[in-house]
């Protein structure tokens, strides 16, 4: 069973600062089945970057993916107000089928 | 505009029934599948149950397995949850979310507002 565990738990920054998320598998998987999304309060989950990097139309370039293998990250180069949030990763094509991180909560320093 | 709407939310009994519903419009409704995830209040994210387009193939997660029925009406773009036996651990916003790539299944780009399901006695 592929388990995502995502540090830190709270990530606590400042606008303007770059802010650096960590998912990382139990397992390998393709960097082709990891997605990463932001969640803010009473809101639905929104898709911010498919396949490990690549980012949706709408989505702003000061958010990045990468990584491979067990070890991903979620970048934002630069934190406007809006940025502040929860934000998930997901595996899609393991065992289960598809599992989610237990989250990030990115809040304002 | 995509969009996918749930409905049927409410408080049940523990060991009670409920249905919940997802009317989606925007898209191939036909082409696309369209996932159920949860959030239990202050938790994650836990997926739930998948079908394919055609229905052909229904997929659980374990924590349903048995008690869920997944189904859906092509005619009118609506996709249903049937959830018997109803846990307290089953309490949770329950999401419809689409999966924008034929095959297997894959991320989530559009998402309903979410439907509550309060378990309690």
């Known amino acids: 069973e592929i388990v995502l565990t995502q540090s830190p738990g709270t990530l606590s920054l400042s606008p303007g600062e770059r802010a650096t998320l960590s998912c990382r598998a139990s397992q390998s998987i393709s960097s082709t089945y990891l997605a990463w999304y932001q969640q803010k309060p009473g809101q639905a989950p929104r898709l911010l970057i498919y396949g490990a990097s690549s980012r949706p139309t709408g989505i702003p370039d000061r958010f990045s993916g990468s990584g491979s293998g067990t070890d991903f990250t979620l970048t934002i180069s630069r934190l406007e107000p809006e940025d502040f949030a929860v934000y998930y990763c997901q595996q899609y094509g393991g065992s289960p089928l598809i599992t989610f991180g237990q989250g990030t909560r990115l809040e304002i320093k | 505009q995509i969009q996918l709407v749930e409905s049927g939310g409410g408080v049940v009994q523990p060991g009670r029934s409920l249905r919940l519903s997802c009317v989606a419009s925007g898209f191939t409704f036909t082409r696309d599948a369209v996932h159920w995830v949860r959030q239990a209040p202050g938790k994650g994210l836990e997926w739930v149950a998948v079908?394919?387009?055609?229905?052909?193939?229904?997929i659980y997660a374990d924590s349903v397995k048995g008690r869920f029925t997944i189904s859906r009406d092509n005619s009118k773009n609506m996709q249903f949850l049937e959830m018997n036996s109803l846990r307290d651990d089953d309490t949770a916003v329950y999401y419809c979310?689409?999966?924008?790539?034929?095959?297997?299944?894959?991320?989530?780009?559009?998402w309903g507002q979410g439907t509550l399901v309060t378990v309690s006695s």
């Open positions: 979310a689409r999966d924008p790539i034929t095959g297997p299944p894959d991320y989530f780009d559009y």
């Open positions: 079908m394919s387009p055609d229905g052909g193939i229904k």
